[in-house]
């Protein structure tokens, strides 16, 4: 178990187009996303990127059983997502809060497709194809972002709607 230091806001490796993975089952690739696994877990977040722990990697994981920083929030099955691409599957855009575990303590009103397709890879290289909405979907969008060097306060509309969490917490 290897639980690794998260990226934060600022770090320029954050800011990348990450690589496509092109080796799958490899002892490399399962033995980063057991890390990946347990830094998320012990983050208690909903999803982590590689990029997030330094890795310039297509390769997203994320998963939601039932998250306390996401006490409203349905479950979201565990995924290894390898070489993703999301298609949105109507223009309809819904605002929701959105965190990160590289912008500890922050949280903004982001606009994300309501209902997509995702496919890509799991870690054997099996192909994927799901299609998901609301939350799931902003976890998966959300998620990818990151691959392309995306952090989520780029996509507030309303920079007013970006705030730390305790002052939200007391309104
Ligand atoms: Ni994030």
């Known amino acids: 178990m290897a639980i690794r ?3 934060r806001m600022g770090n320029p490796l954050l800011l990348q187009c990450a690589e496509e993975v092109t080796e799958f089952n ?3 690739l399962l033995g980063l996303i057991k890390d990946m696994r347990d830094t998320m877990q ?10 997030q722990i330094g890795v310039s990697l297509r390769l997203v ?3 939601v059983d039932q998250n306390p920083r996401y006490p409203e929030a ?3 099955p565990e995924t ?3 070489n993703p691409v999301i298609t949105a599957l109507e223009d309809t855009m ?3 809060w959105e965190g990160c575990l590289s912008l500890p303590g ?5 606009p994300r497709y309501q209902h997509i397709r995702y496919s890509g890879f799991d870690a054997l290289g099996q192909p994927i194809e799901i299609e998901a909405s609301d939350f799931h979907a902003r976890v998966v969008q959300h998620e990818c972002d990151h691959l392309d060097g995306i952090l989520y306060p780029r996509r507030i509309k309303d920079l007013r709607q970006f705030a730390y969490n305790e002052e939200l917490l007391q309104l």
Not at 42 to 51: I, S, V, Y
Not at 106 to 110: A, D, E, I, T, Y
């Open 26 to 28: 490899t002892p490399e």
């Open 80 to 82: 290894v997502l390898i």
């Open 106 to 110: 922050l949280r903004g009103l982001v």
């Open 94 to 96: 819904a605002d929701g």
């Open 74 to 76: 349905p479950a979201v």
């Open 61 to 63: 994981i994320f998963g």
């Open 5 to 7: 230091p998260v990226l």
């Open 42 to 51: 012990a983050e208690d977040g909903a999803g982590l990127a590689a990029p």
